[in-house]
């Protein structure tokens, strides 16, 4: 083998440093994406909910027009069974 002169050991320590300081700089990277992932995640979270909510809305909308419907009904059934027996 041979001898690894001094310039060759200060440029393979180099080297290394380069390489330790762009891993470093990975991890930061990766620690924000992950980072801003959650946060993507947690917005989608509240979305969706948002979403799911007005896709009830209609529902809840018809329900009460139904049922204010069906109290006019009832109400009215029951007025004119009131005047048929005689009750004013």
Known sequence: MSDVTREEFDDLKRQVADNTERLHRGDTTLALL??????????????AAGVKALQEKPGKRWESISGA???????????FIAVKIGLR
């Open 34 to 47: 992950d980072q801003r992932l959650g946060q993507i995640d947690d917005k989608l979270a509240e979305l």
């Open 69 to 79: 419907v069906l109290q006019w009904v009832v109400t009215a059934l029951l007025a």
